[in-house]
């Protein structure tokens, strides 16, 4: 799965410095319980179901007939996972005809069965239940991670929201398919399975597996049949049923697809092209063929995650979707979800984690396998800069470094999808390849994954695998990676002994806790070689020494960019701006430029950030734009020229946008044309950036060019309107700021938070001050957990104050109070 804090849903929030980091559940307490796994008394062996939807009453109407068999003893029970259902009937089946057993369902939430008799180890018998789920009245809560637990969901069932498609959708992991059908929901029970779900003959279905029969069911109804022969875990049960789109694709023969709702069909391939050229990387890498006998992906409608690696047929939250100007501001860090989904397919789906305490062997894996794919596909400096910034999410974070990547202790499972199980566990893995080399590394994750297929994996599991591989004990790696907290915190200094011409690098680690074990290579530059020195750290404090033929121009430390610590490097500028023109890695570059960056009142400073927007990779030639202090008199001078010179041949749109950001703030008239001209890039975001820049020297221009962009704004430029509007406009512009924000993904709603405060705290009108203060209000109750609370409650005595003095400034005050008071309260 990929939570939208991955995704990077609140984290890359541009209008509000709150979000700096994706907020993340809090660390288990000391008194949090521990968690087996789930011991097993019956296996699934087999699920067979039939489901019929209520769409009036939100329900589904389902039979199921469920084969399992006594795991180790003998046993005369079984329970059921069956969250908030009726249960109609409960039948033991011999052939076709059943026998009615005794059960207990007391709690709504465990069904207790009597099987009549006593079943041996390894007998298999068949439970027929006769049943009805009902999603939308089962009293379960989400979290940070899944911000809804209901298993099913109706959307927009009865048509209310124009607009709007019809579609339902599942939602397994942790445990939610036993909202939808009973079974033993645990992520260390496999079954195969066989879904036939009967919905009105407009509509397509997907599930996992492939489509064995669809035949008409009455007046407007079809019955679609689909097969799983394969067995895999329930959390990776899935069904979705709506006006989709199909497009299809084949990799070896197998069938790959892609469901999207009608209007964004045509550009379904541009979206998921890339997906046959990943399954061939991945099963070659790998060497484990990709398992399945298809690979489907869709989109829906109000997802509660990011995505998630459903057996067979992923499902993508919305913001997948896009049309083919949006697509031309796509960076790898969003089609990287298309990568991180479908490796589960292997880690995740064919050996899956035998419990939520060791997602690890899921999500860390899906994690390490963006960077993989980026590198093939795009080079090493994609695959470095998409890691980088993945670590420093997770560095960025105190509260997790108290938390252990495998995880007995906890309270709700769903903490454990978190920066640790994701970014850490990612960069991790990492480092192991770094260490073993790739020839073991990926013979290690073939050995795992040949071993335990169709089974259950954790992480000693694949300790063992490497281990096996590499012949060596990887124990010390584990125990200090997996097993417990924190990262080393280190200080990096040099001294140069000109008598014994000699080089000594201190490393200190000054963590509290452990003292870890940290192979690495430091790189010595003299004369325009480099000397590799690998050192392997064993001590709180340690310095190495390495004799040189004159004092070096670089020491580079962790050459390979690669060990996971947060560190204070005592470089100087001048071997900041050597590292930068020298060292070869996109890291070493970006260290440099984010050295650079600190106090550009330093020449050498200055010069390398000026180097840097020339970078061979557009990514940190936008660091280097958005660092240059442009307030600083003597930076604008020097940068000015380079910046209008960069401007004329920069082809990146990210770039482009960044730039007219930078020229904006020198306010200089001379750039105007500039501005206007790039009016006429199909990009979205270069268009709002220009929008915003023609503001800064023409705000009246701005306001009528607004106008123009009003009828097809999309994405960031209805974000740049409404900027717009909220400074320069009133009443008259209150219907589209209002319009666009209610239109928009959640990832939008965020960056329009501030313009729409703004422009309520300009208006006169009562009804529409408080329908600005109630979508503020509902955003903060709603992403809550994210951390939306506080920019919220900001921006909402922010309208307070613009209010005061104003004719419905008392009545301004109250909604707010009330608006404070809701978001307070939420949970």
């Known amino acids: 799965m990929k939570h939208l804090f991955a995704l990077g849903l609140l984290g890359l929030a541009a209008t509000s410095p709150a979000f700096a ?12 319980p521990y968690r087996a796994s789930a011991t097993k008394v019956n296996d699934l062996v087999h699920t067979k179901l039939d489901v019929r939807f209520d769409y009036a009453k939100r329900h589904l109407l389902g039979k199921a007939w469920i084969t399992l068999k006594p795991h180790a003893y003998p046993t005369d029970s079984l329970r059921l996972d069956a969250k908030g259902m009726d249960i109609k009937a409960v039948s033991m089946m011999s052939g076709d005809s059943g026998k009615a057993l005794k059960y207990n369902y007391a709690d709504g939430m465990n069904l207790r069965i009597n099987l009549g008799r006593m079943f041996k180890p390894g007998e298999e018998y068949t439970i027929y239940i006769d049943y009805v789920s009902k999603p939308d009245e089962l009293k379960v809560k989400g979290s940070a991670a899944i911000t809804d637990a209901k298993g099913l969901y109706f959307i927009n069932p009865d048509s209310t929201v124009k607009g709007k498609p019809v579609q339902i959708w599942t939602q397994g992991e942790t445990e939610g398919s036993s909202a939808w059908f009973p079974t033993i929901d645990r992520p260390n029970q496999k079954t195969t399975e066989e879904i036939s779900m009967t919905v009105p003959s407009k509509y397509v279905t997907l599930s996992n597996g492939r489509m064995v029969s669809s035949t008409p069911a009455g007046p407007g109804l079809r019955t679609d049949v689909w097969k799983m022969e394969l067995p895999h875990a329930p959390y990776l049960f899935m069904m979705a049923v709506g006006d989709f789109k199909k497009t299809t694709d084949t990799w070896r023969g197998k069938e790959v697809s892609y469901y999207l709702e009608p209007k964004y069909a045509p550009f379904a391939k541009q979206i998921f092209g890339n997906t046959p050229d990943m399954l061939e990387f991945f099963s070659n890498r790998l060497g484990v063929e990709y398992p399945w006998n298809k690979y489907s992906q869709i989109v829906a409608r109000d997802y509660v995650s990011g995505a998630m690696e459903n057996t067979t047929a992923t499902l993508h939250g919305e913001q997948v979707q896009m049309t083919d100007r ?7 860090g969003s089609e990287s979800v298309i ?6 397919q292997w880690f995740g789906d064919y050996v899956t984690a035998e419990s939520w305490s060791n997602i690890t062997v899921n999500e ?76 073991v590394f990926f013979a290690g994750l073939k050995k795992y994954l040949t071993d335990n297929k169709f089974g259950n ?10 281990e096996d591989v590499s012949g060596q004990d990887l124990n010390w790696f584990w125990n200090q990676w997996y097993y417990a907290p924190g990262h080393p915190v280190v200080t990096i200094d040099y001294a140069w002994d000109a008598a014994k011409k000699a080089e000594t690098v201190t490393v200190k680690q000054t963590q509290a806790g452990q003292t870890f074990r940290l192979p690495f290579t430091i790189d010595y530059y003299v004369g325009g070689k480099v000397m590799h020195q690998p050192v392997t750290m064993t001590e709180a404090t340690q310095t190495f020494t390495m004799p040189l033929s004159a004092k070096p121009d670089l020491v580079n430390v962790d050459a390979n960019k690669k060990t996971l610590w947060l560190k204070t490097d005592n470089k100087t500028a001048a071997e900041y701006a050597y590292q930068y023109a020298h060292a070869p890695l996109f890291v070493d570059r970006r260290e440099a430029i984010d050295a650079a960056a600190k106090d550009q009142t330093v020449a050498a400073n200055r010069a390398t950030l000026l180097a840097a927007l020339n970078d061979k990779f557009y990514n940190n030639r936008l660091a280097a734009v958005e660092a240059l202090k442009l307030d600083n008199k003597d930076v604008a001078k020097v940068a000015a020229p380079a910046l209008r010179k960069l401007a004329a041949s920069e082809k990146e749109p990210w770039v482009q946008a960044s730039l007219l950001g930078a020229l904006a703030k020198l306010k200089d008239k001379k750039d105007e044309a500039y501005f206007t001209k790039q009016f006429s890039s199909q990009s979205y975001n270069v268009q709002g950036a220009a929008l915003r820049a023609l503001a800064a020297v023409q705000p009246a221009q701005a306001l009528s060019r607004a106008k123009t962009l009003e009828a097809n704004a999309q994405g960031p430029v209805a974000q740049a309107v409404t900027e717009v509007y909220a400074k320069a406009g009133g009443q008259a512009e209150w219907a589209f700021v209002r319009d666009k924000f209610d239109a928009a993904r959640p990832q939008g709603k965020f960056n329009m938070m501030e313009p729409l405060a703004t422009i309520t705290g300009r208006l006169d009108d009562a009804a529409s001050i408080n329908e600005g203060i109630t979508r503020l209000k509902d955003l903060g109750v709603k992403y809550k957990s994210f951390g939306a609370d506080r920019p919220v409650l900001n921006y909402l005595q922010a309208i307070a104050k613009a209010q005061a003095g104003r004719p419905q400034a008392t009545a301004t005050q109250q909604a707010v109070d009330q608006a404070v008071a809701a978001v307070q309260a939420a949970k």
Do not use: N, W
Not at 21 to 32: N, R
Not at 326 to 332: S, V
């Open 339 to 344: 990568a991180h989904e479908l490796f589960h």
């Open 364 to 439: 860390t894996m899906a994690d390490f396998s963006e960077g993989l794919y980026a590198e093939h596909k795009y080079g090493k400096d994609a695959a470095d800069s998409h890691y980088y910034r993945y670590l420093r999410r997770y560095l960025s974070s105190p509260r997790d470094a108290a938390k252990t990547l495998v995880r007995f202790h906890y309270d709700e499972q769903e903490e454990v999808f978190d920066l640790v199980s994701y970014q850490k566990g990612g960069a991790i893995m990492d480092m192991l390849r770094t260490y073993l080399g790739d020839d």
């Open 21 to 32: 980091q994706a907020p993340t559940p809090p660390a288990a307490k000391p008194e949090s």
């Open 457 to 466: 994996g954790e992480a000693h599991q694949m300790r063992l695998a490497f």
């Open 326 to 332: 949006e697509l031309i501001d796509r960076e790898y």
